[in-house]
């Protein structure tokens, strides 16, 4: 099984500052046939159920505000929210959609400084 | 609007069965693949199971695997999850999700049912 591990496991900044979430998967999850990343990333605001941000690693879900960017290949990967607003507070998911069992990250709890 | 409605969930006692349903609505259910996530209190999100657009092929993780079963009838755009010999830490928010094929995102959730397995 594909192992995801994410850091830090929760992340205090000040409003209007860059928060930078990372995720590790365990192999890689780039495919060599369409030179796509498989990895999704989630925001979940309590008592609401996870929202589809970013996916194959860089690209925005329509929607979603032009601060938050995905980043990375391989293993390594990098969830940015350029410029913190109140409302981004929520507990951000890393997740591979390589192959089943689709493993997600433990969460990484971003609040407000 | 894309609509998935998750019914079902309550309290059972250990050992017992309960089954959850997802109703969908707003798009075309029988050509998504759909899922299964659950979230016990205050932990992360664990994935549960799959099962293709048309039920031909199911996959589950290995902590309800040979105890749950996941089905779908397209004729009704309904998911349902089927759990056995549930356990106390079965007990968690059991989310549906769709996604476009088995290799892809999962671009909408519904909000969720809660199972409380305990004595």
């Known amino acids: 099984d594909i192992v995801m591990t994410q850091s830090p496991d929760s992340l205090a900044v000040s409003l209007g500052e860059r928060a930078t979430i990372n995720c590790k998967s365990s192999?890689?999850?780039?495919?060599?046939?369409?030179?796509?990343?498989?990895l999704a990333w989630y925001q979940q605001k309590p008592g609401l159920p996870p929202k589809l941000l970013i996916y194959?690693?860089?690209t925005r879900e329509s929607g979603v505000p032009d601060r938050f960017s995905g980043s990375g290949s391989g293993t390594d990967f990098t969830l940015t929210i350029s410029s913190l607003q109140a409302e981004d507070v929520a507990v951000y998911y890393c997740?591979?959609?390589?192959?089943?069992?689709?493993?997600f990250g433990q969460g990484t709890k971003l609040e407000i400084k | 609007q894309v609509q998935l409605v998750e019914s079902g969930g309550g309290v059972v006692q250990p050992g017992r069965s309960l089954r959850v349903s997802c109703a969908a609505s707003?798009?075309?259910?029988?050509?998504?693949?759909m899922h299964w996530v659950r979230q016990a209190p205050g932990k992360g999100l664990e994935w549960v199971a799959v099962?293709?657009?048309?039920?031909?092929?199911?996959y589950y993780g290995d902590s309800v695997k040979g105890r749950f079963t996941i089905s779908r009838d397209n004729s009704k755009s309904t998911l349902y999850l089927q759990m056995n010999s549930l356990r106390p830490d079965d007990t968690a928010v059991y989310y549906c999700?769709?996604?476009?094929?088995?290799?892809?995102?999962?671009?909408?959730w519904g909000q969720g049912t809660l199972v409380t397995v305990s004595s």
């Open positions: 999700a769709r996604t476009d094929g088995y290799y892809h995102p999962f671009d909408f």
């Open positions: 707003g798009f075309t259910f029988s050509i998504y693949a």
């Open positions: 099962i293709s657009y048309d039920g031909s092929n199911k």
């Open positions: 192999q890689n999850l780039l495919y060599s046939s369409n030179n796509k990343n498989y």
């Open positions: 194959w690693a860089s």
């Open positions: 997740q591979q959609y390589y192959t089943p069992p689709y493993n």
